[in-house]
DNA sequence: AGCACGCCGACT
DNA sequence: GTCGGCGTGCTC
């Protein structure tokens, strides 16, 4: 075999190229696809990834790398193409696509970085200089410190040019310095008898030899670490007594366990007719190439009990399985299911890992230890070889979606790496996508459905009580209609729980000034403040923003403000106040921030701590609460009316996924729906908890607008913080996007552009933003018109003021 | 991304 | 005349 003198790599920058470097000999036997390599580029040393090895090169101006950073491959190469198809898809580069998919913090780069001379110093104390000059001297001390850092400290950007100056005045020395990564595998040292002999040689021993040799003699290895926790001091006389070639110490990697508390296994439960029949349809199509199927399941019908089914018949045939799970909250659930069931066989990958522990994950997946992987959408870039199964739990949420840096949607990359991997992909939802059931009913899906609840349970009986009709205000302020109060007093009294569902976290959602009527705004958004009255602050929910719950009107400075609108803060005070004896608990973004404070809550429930449970979306979403009988659904209305055309679609599926809620055990469970609109064809499907009723409707909706799954669709974000710059360049965006679409007959009727408009919230985080929406009626010729649009206009995408970011099938709209 | 090159306005 | 601003283009 001729030895790989050149290899191919894609830069970790925003370079769309790849370039081809040459291997020096002493390099060339640990050359593989999908190793680290450090290169240089232009006047820089980066990190890149090695995408092809070739034998001979063209190109005549070739430079060596630097170094190959991996000892072994950190994917395996049936993942690039892969990662190429997405790089073309998302208009993202290569390199940066790989980046996302690796566990962040594995990356190098080098810095400019500066440290001060003794010139320098008097320069400073004679103030001989600028003043930026005085102030960037000022900041040094005797170490050698980024640039960058130093421009972030001062608030100003430091260019080249003025180091470079500084350089010459020989005030400072100018170096490139490595960033440090964050990642690396996790070492301890294992200590072992060097031959089993050794116990003899033991007898003669005293004091603490003897200990540890007594301890090294029951087990083959130990840690150092656990070592010295059985026999103290230990660790001083390990070297020696390794000199003297008793025991042998070995440095091993291991892996940083963010698994909890052990967790005891279960045997698999006979499945019910139902369920039987689908696993045995789709075990059927393992390892026969691809297929994407569709599991249409009604709440409780033991969707997860498939799951762990088919990954079982997937690993008999040999194959690995990945799980996708929309939330770091279900994980855990999910991981208990399948960790009782197959043991630790399981590598877990989302985003509250630490670096260090999402690393060793991944390491483990790599070397194949771990034939299952569960985790969020970034687990759908698992390093996993022999794919054979591919599971989306819920996916319709969309959660999926990645909002910033590669937008991508993790339901759709994990259709595409089923496809690419020949293998089956298993997509599960009580409510499922409008886009995945219509690929259904166009025969690109295939479709098993669960329509029954688990041991004959019925589904919930939902009533609707309409808002307008009821007029029984009693102080209750219209929000806990007579109906839903009554039905919760009866529930408590069977000592059953209860769950309320509002989805708006805070106490008031909007205050306004009594005395100018002026609405209390978020400074560096469009967006109303909300009040949160435990942490006594209001508090922006888009960027951030917390300002004291003592401002006055921003307008006219009075100190009147009044607090309207409900969130779970008021309802949980509103609702202890209507019920004083029953147990109250709230569950939304802020009561389950902490580290665990979502699984006590979890707790709280399954053992009866917890009589009435108010919660935003979390907790829609898949927990199986086995006593609550009642769900009451405090408005349904809220997300209707949001200006995008999935606004009806999400609102269907909170509903009938929190309507689902309700019982999950022998109890029958009662669902009350509050709302303005019950004659609303979304209401009244999310009532009957029929999916294919509200889909019959909406997709005539959709077909009509010619919204998805009728087209494709592409955004442009355009974004920035001069109101005046940003509307222009949204406005020569637009323009030039009218220009092409006239460049070419192939755009004529295959190419809609709506827009550029402002986006429907103006103003997030001091940016003011705009959209141009491109609607494509054949996914080709949208692709080509915004291939030639962004590599045709560079410019428009690399604006220091203005940024446009492309987002590819955007979920969305505001 | 970051660095160089090149083109214009405002200063010793 | 030149210093330094920013737009443009390249990096194997």
Not at 759 to 778: E, H, M, T, V
Request: with cysteine; net charge positive; charged share 25%.
């Amino acid at each position: 075999m001729p030895l790989i003198k050149y290899i191919e790599v894609a830069i970790s920058l925003p370079v769309h190229d790849t370039f081809t470097y040459s291997v020096p000999e002493i390099f060339q036997p640990y050359i593989e696809v999908g190793k680290r390599v450090l290169v240089p580029f232009g006047k820089r040393q980066v990190t890149g990834y090695i995408t092809k090895l070739i034998e001979d090169c063209s190109h005549n101006l070739v430079k060596s790398i630097f170094d190959v950073l991996d000892e072994k491959t950190l994917f395996p190469l049936s993942m690039l193409p892969f990662f190429k198809w997405i790089s073309d898809y998302y208009f993202y580069p290569l390199g940066e696509v790989i980046k996302c998919a690796l566990p962040s913090g594995l990356n190098l780069y080098d810095s400019a970085t500066i440290k001060i001379t003794c010139s320098g110093r008097k320069a400073l104390s004679e103030r001989s200089g600028t003043p930026l000059e005085i102030s960037i001297l000022s900041e040094l001390d005797n170490e050698f410190c980024g640039i960058k850092h130093i421009s972030k400290k001062l608030k100003n950007n430091i260019s080249m040019s003025l180091v470079r100056n500084m350089e010459n005045c020989g005030w400072v020395i100018l170096s490139r310095e490595f960033k440090c990564p964050l990642a690396k595998p996790k070492v301890e040292k294992y200590v072992s008898l060097s031959n089993t002999d050794m116990r003899c040689f033991s007898d003669g021993l005293k004091g603490l030899k003897k200990r540890v040799f007594e301890v090294l003699d029951k087990i083959d290895e130990i840690s150092v670490k656990n070592l010295n926790k059985q026999v103290s001091g230990a660790s001083r006389i390990l070297e020696a007594l390794e000199k003297e070639k008793y025991i042998v110490i070995e440095k091993k990697n291991i892996y940083r366990d963010p698994f909890g508390e052990a967790i005891v296994s279960d045997f698999p439960p006979v499945l019910n007719e139902e369920q039987n029949d689908v696993c045995i349809n789709i075990a059927g199509l393992l390892g026969k190439g691809y297929r994407t199927c569709l599991l249409a399941g009604v709440t409780g019908s033991g969707k997860t009990e498939v799951y762990m089914h088919l990954a079982k018949k997937a690993l008999d045939h040999c194959y690995q399985v990945l799980v996708l799970v929309p939330e770091i909250a279900l994980i855990s659930q999910m991981e208990q299911c399948f960790r009782a069931r197959f043991g630790d066989c399981i590598a877990v990958l989302h985003s509250r890992l630490s670096a260090g522990e999402r690393f060793d994950q991944w390491m483990r997946i790599v070397e194949k230890k771990t034939p299952i992987v569960i985790g969020a959408r970034s687990a759908v870039w698992a390093p996993v070889e022999k794919l054979g199964l591919i599971i989306v739990d819920e996916e319709h949420d969309s959660s999926y979606k990645q909002d910033g840096g590669l937008h991508y949607n993790a339901r759709d990359l994990a259709v595409l790496r089923g496809k690419l991997n020949n293998c089956v992909v298993l997509l599960g939802s009580a409510t499922p996508s409008l886009q995945s059931y219509y690929n259904v009913e166009t025969k690109k899906y295939l479709k098993t459905a669960l329509t029954k609840r688990v041991e004959k349970r019925p589904l919930p009986e939902v009533s609707i009580v309409d808002f307008r009709e009821d007029n029984d205000v009693r102080g209750y302020k219209h929000i806990i209609t007579l109906p839903l109060y009554n039905a919760i007093n009866e529930t408590l009294k069977r000592g059953e729980q209860v769950l309320l569902f509002l989805n708006r976290r805070g106490f008031s959602t909007s205050s306004i000034c009594v005395s100018c009527g002026e609405p209390l705004k978020c400074t560096s958004c469009d967006i109303s403040f909300t009040f949160h009255k435990k942490a006594n602050l209001y508090v922006c929910h888009y960027c951030g923003k917390t300002i004291s719950s003592a401002i006055n009107c921003l307008k006219c400075g009075s100190s009147k403000i009044k607090l309207l609108g409900i969130g779970t803060e008021k309802m949980e005070i509103l609702i202890k106040s209507l019920f004083p004896i029953a147990k109250v608990a709230r569950m939304d973004s802020d009561t389950t921030k902490k580290k665990g404070a979502l699984v006590k809550i979890l707790k709280d429930v399954k053992h009866g701590n917890i009589d009435i449970l108010i919660g935003t979306q979390i907790v829609a979403k898949g927990h199986d609460f086995a006593n609550i009988t009642l769900v009451g659904i405090i408005c349904a209305d809220l997300s209707l009316n949001f200006p995008d055309f999935r606004a009806g679609e999400r609102t269907f599926q909170i509903l009938a996924q929190v309507a689902g809620r309700a019982g999950r055990s022998l109890l029958p469970g009662k669902v009350i729906l509050q709302t303005y609109n019950p004659e609303h064809f979304t209401i009244i499907a999310a009532k009957e908890q029929n999916f294919e009723s509200f889909y019959n409707k909406e997709i005539c909706f959709r077909k009509a607008l010619r919204y998805p799954p009728f087209c494709r669709m592409i955004q442009l974000k355009i974004y920035g913080k001069d109101k005046v710059k940003t509307r222009h360049f949204a406005q020569a965006t637009g323009d030039i996007c009218a220009i092409l679409q006239k460049s070419s007959k192939l755009f004529d009727n295959s190419v809609e552009i709506l827009g550029p408009v402002k986006a429907s919230i103006q103003k997030i985080a001091k940016n003011y933003r705009w959209q141009i929406l491109i609607k494509g009626f054949s996914g080709k010729s949208l692709h080509e018109f915004v291939h030639r649009l962004y590599f045709g206009n560079r410019s428009l995408f690399n604006n220091k003021n203005v940024k446009v970011i492309v987002d590819v099938d955007p979920v969305f709209l505001m």
